[in-house]
């Protein structure tokens, strides 16, 4: 049973993950940067303050007590994950929900799965090694399925390139607005591997999570400390850019533009980022019901996966292209589908 109400609230996270950009869409006459940083306010800042204040009291003691070089690490996974996280947003945009989830989190869960064994590896560090993955049945899974992930992703790619290659201009973006393979796929790689990040955090972070829960805290809702300081982490990258965007592009008259629908594109990029939260609110408490951590972020991963690319089917991103394209992008998501099952498979050996 407890394993069931794990997969229910990764499946819940899963989805408020994939389902996130869909406000993004209702937003009228705001530059990226504008609507995605109000979306981040409420993603980084104002959502796990909520959730921290409700479900841990006094969350910010356990953070005050914690060992500095805890937190600093913490936090800096959480500044890497950031850029993770910026480029993610950049790839919706430029690839589309279906195309851009599947690449995005195809390297992340590769990498995800792949770098802390090698970090310990050539740190001389205890727990899970390479080499130690090498000498076992599962581990050997393990790297098998991180290279059916890469093929899956060739797979995709070559989807997308077919799709370029068939639509005109117009009926390319009559879809995705701005669609630019290139550049989307580019994106994606870096924000698939830095989106790992998240995952080390949580790890990094689990002292105050277990002194969260050694002080009363639920265990449901354990990891709602760490998630205030990795999403610090996330709102610095995200403002520092966002505020350089514009700088540049001269957008901050956004904000206060009466030529927009203001009170509406408030209140869709602060639903945005508020979903965005949801998902990693979801995968704590799943993560607090399955014993393996890794086994959780991939099953994380696999419904984002599924649930982004039927958003992009309802979406009709693929509409027009042949058929041939069309099996070639679901097979694509069918093999970076089975890349995540192997590898769940693997670390549950």
Known sequence: MQILLGVIYHFIGGFASASFYLPFKNVRRWSWETYWLVGGIASWLLAPWVAATLTVPGYMDIVRETPSSTVFWTYIMGLLWGIGGLTYGLSMRYLGLSLGVSVVLGFCSAFGALI????????????????????????????????????????????????????????????????????????????????????????????????????????????????????????????????????????????????????????????????????????????????????????????IIALGNMWGLFLKEWRGVSKSTLATVFLGIGVLLLSVVIVGYGNAL
């Open 116 to 303: 802390p064994p090698i970090y310990r590896d050539i740190a001389g560090l205890e727990g899970e090694t390479f080499s130690g993955l090498m000498a076992e049945t599962g581990g050997q899974l393990v790297v098998l399925g991180v290279f059916v992930c890469l093929v899956g992703i060739a797979i995709c790619g070559r989807a997308g390139v077919m799709k370029e290659r068939e639509l005109s201009p117009a009926e390319k973006t009559a879809s995705v607005q701005e669609f630019a393979l290139a550049r989307g796929l580019t994106v994606a790689v870096i924000s698939g591997i830095l989106s790992a990040c998240f995952n080390f955090g949580l790890e990094a972070g689990k002292p105050m999570a277990q002194m969260a829960e050694a002080v009363g805290a639920n265990p449901l809702f354990r990891n709602n400390v760490v998630f205030v300081v990795v999403l610090w982490g996330g709102l610095t990258t995200n403002l520092l850019w966002c505020l350089v965007l514009a700088a540049r592009n001269r957008s901050f008259s956004d904000y206060t533009n009466k030529e927009a629908p203001l009170a509406k594109n408030y209140i869709f990029a602060l639903l945005a980022g508020t979903t965005w939260f949801l998902q990693f609110f979801f995968y704590g408490m799943g993560e607090s019901k399955l014993s393996n951590g890794a086994a959780s972020w991939i099953l994380h991963m696999a419904f």
